[in-house]
């Protein structure tokens, strides 16, 4: 199967929800993280679609590496799916706060410009049948609002069912309610046999530790995923504020002191390709009000600024950036390019 596909059963919705994490900024470990990866390749009515058992225990591999509780199910049933998201609920319940991650791979289909996942037991003759056999995707984001995530990624792999050609309305999920700290991307490719998917290996691979953070993770997955042949990228929406999935954030920098600028190494900036820079905060220009807070709050956290964090960027902000742009050699503007922004939220 040619990677990527988007599938996913109703409770499986919840595990696409994924990489929930706390993205508090303290120094101490974060707490391990929760996982729910489905992976649905026989079906009762449709097409096999081997690569997905097998992309789902790629993806599986890759979080168990990273310490987390993985919840995997294979060719899950109407019944599986909702008993997996069942116990999904109940081991975040149990440790509240710490990363999720979910992931569904299988058929999915639209209706009424909806997108559904289906589970292995789904009989579709007709499309209304989405409405009885189908989960609606909208249901991921819910879950994750309902459990307060402040991180998280919907990741769904999609495999169309019928015309390929028929929208599913992946994009529709751009509008959802979801919190702040949610990203999602949705794929719909073609079968390749029993082959990792191209999001799947894309994730496998933005999933190395030790340390991985959400906003940087899905531009990488996007990034990657860019110019594959048979594969569509149908949704690609960066979480508003980014969380640490695996490892924990350093201490910050003690505060500037007037009238000399904070250390901060140029050395020390990640290197971020353009691709991803350009795909998580815009310029200024294109920034909301939330991309100007989540400045505001990489500002404080290295020591550049002490004043509000209100998306205003009054004058103490203006002499913030100007700082950080001494610091990594950039012109000393007071105002921030999509580059210098990323690299700024970007830095730990």
Known sequence: MTPNRMCGPAAFALACIA?????????????AGTALVIGNGTYASLPAVPACP????????????????????????????DAAIAALAKRLADKP????????????????????????????????????????????????VRG?????????????????????????LAEVPAPDGVGAIAVTGTPNGADVTPLATALTAALAGPTVQSGPLLAAVQQQLTGVGGTAVGLFRP???????AG?????????QPGSPAVVPPAALPAVAPAILAATIPDEAGMTEANRQRVQDALVRLGYYAGRVDG??????????????????????????????NRLVAKR
């Open 97 to 144: 706060g710490g990363p999720v991650v979910m992931y569904f791979c299988g058929h999915a289909m639209g209706f009424n410009g909806r997108p559904f996942v289906l589970p292995a037991s789904a009989t579709i003759t007709r499309p209304s049948d989405a409405l009885t056999q189908g989960v609606l995707a909208k249901a991921l984001f819910d879950v994750l």
């Open 248 to 256: 924990a954030p350093p201490p910050p920098l003690p505060p500037a």
């Open 312 to 341: 205003v960027f009054g004058p103490e902000t203006r002499a913030a950036i100007r700082r950080f742009q001494h610091e990594i050699g950039a012109e000393m503007t007071g105002r921030l390019t999509a580059e210098e922004a």
């Open 148 to 172: 307060n995530t402040r991180v998280g990624i919907v990741a769904i792999d999609i495999v169309p069912v019928g015309d390929a050609s028929v929208p599913i309305g992946t994009e529709t």
């Open 54 to 81: 097998v992309s789902a225990h790629a993806v599986a591999a890759a979080l168990g590496t990273l310490g987390f509780d993985v919840i995997e199910r294979t060719d899950a049933s109407s019944g599986g799916v």
């Open 19 to 31: 990489l929930l994490s706390a993205g508090s900024g303290a120094a101490t470990a974060q707490p």
């Open 239 to 245: 979480p508003v504020a980014t969380g640490y999935l």
